[in-house]
């Protein structure tokens, strides 16, 4: 597909098919898309392509591959769901195994603090090591990279099998570390990976097209988190908001079908497993349901909810400050490069001795996992009343909670305190991790703190009429747990996933009030988590259009593209190609008619020339200047035979001096486009595309890069990177200024194109014109003409020709 980007992309998919090709190698392109049109062949398309692809096929073939989405995603459900359950059965053996060394050296407190640092910090720096040797693309999260997959930039290696063996693992020894590290967000790339994995090893899905890969990994996204917290809904829809901006609704089914079959599989596997009964909720509540809360509590929902917003944006902020003061330190970041283990090793160490149960984690339940932490917060019991500890009610793990010098308040405030910050470092060592569920269990506790003060302000409870109703402090914990997730993550689904998580949606309002507003004031303040790590790790994104900037809807692709760039001529040579290739790493190149004339054409598909032509080099491209007609794009790629030639010289009987001659004579010679397999429609934008709109375009379909033209004529490309500066507001002061109504058709205004890149003084110009200046890092290349650069009018008459020596007429006025 011409729109596919190609910035960090290489090829991918069965047969080494270029990434975002979307017809089948056995379907010409002439009976596909006609030449007499300019108009792009958008990614929508790609269901109509696979209809006209299947009408071909046998009735056989067409039912065996109909059938084949369902049994993709059984087996995708079913994998997923093993996997998710081995991962849980281990993780919960390594905690078991820390308990029991901790336990069975009570009699020396020394002993008991070395078991209880050395275990966890030998798990990370293993987890660290081994990633780092087998796939240092399975450290962190991988939703950021999977939003970049999605979106159509192709990452290397980060959904291979070597991998997918890293991120198991290493994320198994990270969470049996007991740090407070999360599996949702890791969850969704290894499920992203096991669907690439099986797409391949079924070989049903790679003869067609990339779309169909997208469609496949969108849906294993939702059984990421479906088979993680066993709720299938709210990992649908928990994965469409973190991981798309648009999304195609025939997608709906699958993802639905996949998440519930693998969270389905997942709890009957821990049925046979004797962990439970039979199939519940993950922490299965039990709070009232006749009057679950009072109308009077809403108030305090909402405060949740907004301290929860000013709480996500904080974590965010101190996370990306944490990664960028590692960075920008050169001295620490020379020797963590060269001890690449110290880091983890110091950070486990540093959080394990802070939580060690009887020095200071005593004062914020240390002994607990993630686990038992949630259990606890979310008991349907009041912990104390008006704070005294001699009426703790409940013993058994609650008992974490009760220290002799304090009350719980104290501990639930020095828990969420602490709990903080060591979420927001231990996310940063290089290992996989998430971060929703540290933050779920910190929301949890301050809705508990909240909940345990309603309580010791109304020890009666709230009276109604003549009815008198207890506050239940664990409604609190379910709505600070969604209010401070969906802050972080900028989601409203973790509301779904709290209902699912419970098994009841008692508080289905205050949850949604509370996370309304949680995300109202996390999204005025920071980017979500996942988009903090995208701009950290420089991964293209492209950042919404916020409300409020009106002077953007002004601007228009022509004030921001780029103009002088490479291009193609017919009529060039072979030393212009090589000499192209050689300055550029882009992978498309634009092929234009040539410098003076104006002529269209289309040209017959084929790869074959071009690939002998170029040898194997790899470039993109995009369009040249405002004066040449664009004819198409040439798309090269690697060629194995071409690596080879390179690689191992073929005996020639020719002397040294007769080759170089002869290399010269055929680098003096046209180059053949006869045969070569040119684009004849990639996508284009007008020159007066609002940026609103460029943006709109370049989130739907995910491109990285559109030619620009004005009545067929290549004037510029506008990439992402232009785009995103525009957005943020980098490019707004280079001369953008709002145009009057059919200004397009009153202005006469001449452009020059200049070797140099500028515009010379004697153009006529008037000061703060619209014009965009041209890219100082990019020269412009006039190849294969001798043209020198001349004046072109800017706009052109109804007929087509400019009229020369005409001047323009004044203005009507009213």
């Not at 769901?81 to 029991?100: E, H, N, R």
């Not at 997208?214 to 809904?233: D, N, S, T």
């Not at 929902?301 to 990306?320: C, Q, T, W």
Request: hydrophobic share 45%; charged share 15%.
């Amino acid at each position: 597909h011409p729109s596919a980007p190609g910035g960090d992309a290489h090829p991918a998919g069965p047969r080494g098919r270029q990434p975002g090709t979307l017809l089948s190698p056995a379907l010409p392109v002439p009976a596909l898309c006609p030449r007499d049109t300019l108009s792009p062949l958008p990614a929508t398309l790609a269901p109509c392509l696979q209809l006209l692809c299947l009408r071909g096929l046998p009735t056989g073939t067409r039912l065996s591959r109909c059938l084949g989405d369902w049994v993709f995603l059984i087996l995708l459900g079913l994998v997923m769901a093993l996997v998710s359950w081995a991962m849980d059965f281990a993780i919960a053996t390594c905690l078991q195994a820390q308990k029991w060394m901790y336990g069975g050296l009570d009699t020396n407190v020394l002993l008991q603090y070395m078991a209880w640092v050395t275990y966890p910090t030998v798990l990370i720096t293993f987890s660290a090591g081994f990633t780092q040797i087998l796939a240092p693309q399975a450290v962190g999260s991988g939703i950021p990279e999977m939003k970049t997959i999605l979106r159509g930039v192709v990452l290397k290696e980060y959904l291979t099998f070597k991998t997918f063996v890293a991120k198991v693992i290493g994320l198994t020894c990270a969470l049996g570390s007991g740090m407070p590290l999360g599996k949702e967000g890791p969850f969704v790339h290894i499920a992203s990976m096991c669907a690439t994995l099986l797409s391949r090893f079924l070989s049903l899905f790679g003869g067609f097209y990339e779309a169909r890969n997208i469609e496949m990994l969108a849906a294993a996204c939702a059984v990421g988190v479906g088979c993680c917290f066993a709720a299938p809904i709210g990992g649908v829809l928990f994965s469409i908001e973190v991981t798309s901006t648009f999304f195609a609704v025939r997608n709906y089914w699958r993802g639905f079908f996949a998440a519930t079959f693998s969270a389905f599989i997942f709890r009957v596997l821990a049925v046979w497993n004797k962990d439970e009964e039979t199939i519940t909720a993950l922490f299965k509540t039990r709070f009232r349901l006749d009057f679950p809360f009072d109308l009077q509590e809403l108030p305090a929902f909402a405060v949740i909810g907004i301290a929860s917003g000013f709480g996500g944006a904080l974590f965010v902020y101190f996370n990306r400050k944490i990664v960028k003061f590692m960075r920008r330190q050169k001295a620490i970041n020379r020797f963590l490069m060269k001890k690449r283990l110290l880091f983890p090793a110091l950070v486990t160490l540093i959080i394990s001795t802070l939580t060690f149960p009887p020095g200071f984690g005593q004062f914020m339940a240390g002994q607990l996992t993630q686990k038992d932490t949630l259990v606890t917060l979310f008991d349907n019991q009041t912990w104390t009343k008006q704070g005294i500890n001699d009426e703790f009610e409940y013993l058994g793990i609650l008992e974490a909670w009760l220290h002799p010098r304090s009350n719980v308040f104290v501990t639930l405030v020095v828990f969420i305190l602490m709990k903080f910050w060591m979420s927001a470092l231990a996310t940063t060592i290089p290992v996989p991790c998430g971060a929703f569920m540290p933050v779920f269990v910190i929301g949890a506790a301050f809705g508990r703190l909240v909940g345990e003060s309603m309580a010791a302000w109304f020890p009666d409870g709230i009276q109604t009429d003549s009815n008198t109703y207890r506050i239940v402090p664990g409604g609190y914990a379910v709505v600070g747990a969604a209010a401070l997730s969906g802050a972080v993550t900028h989601t409203v689904s973790t509301a779904v996933i709290v209902f699912e998580l419970t098994g009841q949606m008692s508080h289905i309002l205050p949850v949604m009030i509370a996370v309304i507003l949680a995300n109202a004031v996390a999204q005025s303040l920071q980017p979500s988590l996942y988009d903090s790590i995208i701009r950290i790790k420089k991964l293209p994104y492209l950042p919404e259009l916020g409300w409020g900037h009106h002077e953007k809807y002004n601007v228009r692709v022509e004030d921001i593209m780029v103009r002088d760039i490479h291009y193609v001529t017919l009529n060039c040579k072979y030393r212009d190609l090589q000499q192209v290739l050689h300055s550029t790493k882009m992978k498309n190149l634009p092929l234009v008619e040539s410098a003076g004339e104006t002529q269209a054409g289309a040209l017959p598909a084929s790869t074959a020339a071009v690939e002998r032509a170029m040898g194997g080099w790899v470039a993109e491209g995009t369009s040249g200047a405002s004066v040449r007609r664009m004819r198409g794009v040439v798309r090269c790629k690697e060629d194995g035979r071409a690596l080879v030639g390179r690689l191992y010289p073929l005996p020639c009987p020719m002397a040294p001096p007769q080759i170089r001659e002869w290399e010269e004579q055929q680098l003096d010679q046209l180059v053949d486009f006869s045969s070569a397999k040119i684009d004849p429609a990639p996508f284009q934008l007008v020159e007066h595309t609002s940026l609103h709109k460029t943006h709109t375009i370049f989130s739907l379909l995910g491109l990285d890069h559109a030619f620009v033209t004005s009545i067929g004529r290549l004037v510029g490309m506008v990439t992402l990177k232009e785009l995103r500066k525009a957005i943020e507001g980098s490019l707004t002061g280079k001369g953008v200024k709002v145009r009057p109504p059919l200004a397009s058709f009153r202005d006469s205004t001449v452009s020059w194109i200049t070797l140099g890149g500028t515009i010379p003084k004697a153009a006529g110009l008037p000061q703060g014109s619209s014009t965009a200046p041209p890219s100082p890092t990019l020269p412009a290349r006039y190849l294969g003409t001798q043209t020198p650069p001349v004046p072109v009018p800017r706009r052109l008459h109804a007929a087509g020709r400019p009229r020369s020596g005409a001047r323009r007429a004044p203005a009507r006025r009213r």
